[in-house]
């Protein structure tokens, strides 16, 4: 008699998976019938996922479990932690390279080989905002880790709860003028699905241990006509006012004074490297990028339902 031997679902941690890129891997992971551990400061941020009867939501830090504790019985784990802004006594190297470092000794407490590192387009320890150099600071952790590791390197991530997309939207329906900083810096923006299923094929293909692969779109746009395609999107048209490099800063030196963090002078720095893919999307992933065209009106303007095709008609010239 043939024993059919049944294997259990392998088990994969998210360290950020609360996050936007995170919540959207948790559900593509789930669908493809892993289990998944969602890592987080505060369980309540992850609270839309309690719906997936394969997400377990594991507290972290001093409220909760230690990192290698929750890693135990995980077949790879994945670092979506990433912050834009510094504030307080919250800074980039802490939470980038501290954190990786802090998960990559965890992984090897616990025995987890595999690491995915969700790095970012243009990182270098020359960079010109301490963001890249962060990041890049991460990504050299993950090189020495000694792990089977793979680092992903998107450009600006869209989706439907982006911060990106959605942010200028909001503004261009109540601003009379938008003064852009940085209006020339380049994006391949790439969609948040599709930057889940590159996590999925990077742990289902293991020819791709010790690479760095970059995820672009397939377009790059300057931030000028990205946000133009918003406004055409959206039907509205305040005028867009591109700021030099100097206005920029002192736009972003103002900003930095509000409670909520729209942009920094670092984040102007960031933005003087082109955020751009330095080749083709990757072939070994087996799939090509969705473009921007097809995905943001349908969430920019979910309300109007059939009448955006008209916005979009005009805007292709038909
Ligand atoms: N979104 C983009 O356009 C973009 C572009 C390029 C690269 N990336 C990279 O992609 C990754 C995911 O980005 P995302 O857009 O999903 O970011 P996000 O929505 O801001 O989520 C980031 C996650 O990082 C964790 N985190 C934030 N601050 C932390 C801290 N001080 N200590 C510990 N954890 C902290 C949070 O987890 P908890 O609050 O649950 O603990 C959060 O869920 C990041 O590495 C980011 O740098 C994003």
Same mark, same amino acid.
């Given at each position: 008699m043939?024993?059919?031997?049944?294997?259990?679902?392998?088990?994969?941690?998210?360290?950020?998976g609360?996050?936007?890129?995170?919540?959207?891997?948790?559900?593509?992971?789930?669908?493809?019938?892993?289990?998944?551990?969602?890592?987080?400061?505060h369980?309540?941020r992850a609270?839309?996922?309690?719906?997936?009867?394969?997400?377990?939501i594991?507290?972290?830090?001093?409220?909760?479990a230690?990192?290698?504790?929750a890693?135990?019985?995980?077949?790879?784990?994945?670092? &979506?932690?990433?912050?834009?802004? *510094?504030?307080?006594? !919250? #800074?980039?190297?802490?939470?980038?390279?501290? +954190?990786?470092?802090? @998960?990559?000794?965890?992984?090897?407490?616990?025995?987890?080989?595999?690491?995915i590192?969700?790095?970012?387009?243009?990182?270098?320890?020359?960079?010109?905002?301490?963001?890249?150099?962060?990041?890049?600071?991460?990504?050299?952790a993950?090189?020495?880790?000694?792990?089977?590791?793979?680092?992903?390197?998107?450009?600006?991530?869209?989706?439907?709860?982006?911060?990106?997309?959605?942010?200028?939207?909001d503004?261009?329906?109540?601003?009379?003028?938008l003064?852009?900083?940085?209006?020339?810096?380049?994006f391949?923006?790439?969609?948040?699905?599709?930057?889940?299923?590159?996590?999925?094929?990077?742990?289902?293909?293991?020819?791709?241990?010790?690479?760095?692969?970059?995820?672009?779109?397939?377009k790059?746009?300057?931030?000028?006509? &990205?946000?133009?395609?918003?406004? *055409?999107?959206?039907? !509205? #048209?305040p005028?867009?006012?591109?700021?030099? +490099?100097?206005?920029? @800063?002192?736009?972003?030196?103002?900003?930095?004074?509000?409670p909520?963090?729209?942009?920094?002078?670092?984040?102007?720095r960031?933005?003087q490297?082109?955020?751009?893919g330095?080749?083709?999307?990757?072939?070994?992933?087996?799939?090509?990028?969705?473009?921007?065209?097809?995905i943001?009106?349908?969430?920019?303007?979910p309300?109007?339902?059939?009448?955006?095709?008209?916005?979009?008609?005009?805007?292709?010239?038909?």
């Amino acid at each position: 008699m043939t024993v059919l031997k049944i294997t259990p679902p392998q088990s994969i941690a998210l360290l950020g998976g609360s996050g936007f890129v995170g919540r959207a891997l948790a559900r593509q992971l789930a669908q493809a019938g892993y289990l998944v551990k969602v890592l987080t400061r505060h369980a309540n941020r992850a609270s839309v996922l309690t719906v997936l009867p394969e997400v377990q939501i594991i507290e972290i830090g001093s409220s909760g479990a230690s990192l290698s504790e929750a890693l135990q019985g995980c077949s790879a784990a994945v670092n &979506l932690v990433g912050i834009l802004h *510094e504030s307080g006594s !919250v #800074r980039f190297d802490d939470v980038h390279a501290g +954190l990786a470092q802090q @998960l990559i000794a965890a992984c090897k407490v616990a025995k987890v080989r595999r690491l995915i590192h969700i790095g970012a387009i243009g990182t270098d320890a020359h960079a010109p905002s301490r963001y890249l150099r962060s990041k890049a600071a991460s990504e050299q952790a993950v090189h020495a880790s000694g792990l089977d590791w793979t680092i992903l390197r998107p450009s600006v991530i869209f989706g439907q709860e982006d911060q990106f997309l959605n942010l200028f939207a909001d503004l261009a329906k109540i601003a009379p003028v938008l003064p852009l900083a940085c209006p020339n810096a380049q994006f391949q923006p790439i969609h948040v699905e599709d930057v889940a299923r590159a996590v999925l094929g990077c742990l289902a293909l293991p020819e791709t241990s010790g690479s760095t692969l970059e995820l672009c779109g397939p377009k790059v746009y300057t931030l000028r006509e &990205l946000i133009q395609h918003v406004e *055409e999107w959206i039907g !509205v #048209r305040p005028p867009i006012l591109g700021l030099s +490099l100097g206005l920029s @800063l002192l736009q972003a030196s103002i900003m930095e004074l509000l409670p909520i963090k729209l942009i920094t002078r670092d984040n102007v720095r960031s933005m003087q490297v082109p955020n751009i893919g330095s080749g083709p999307f990757p072939s070994v992933l087996g799939f090509r990028p969705s473009s921007l065209e097809t995905i943001v009106p349908a969430y920019l303007l979910p309300q109007l339902g059939r009448a955006r095709y008209g916005h979009l008609r005009r805007f292709a010239g038909r």
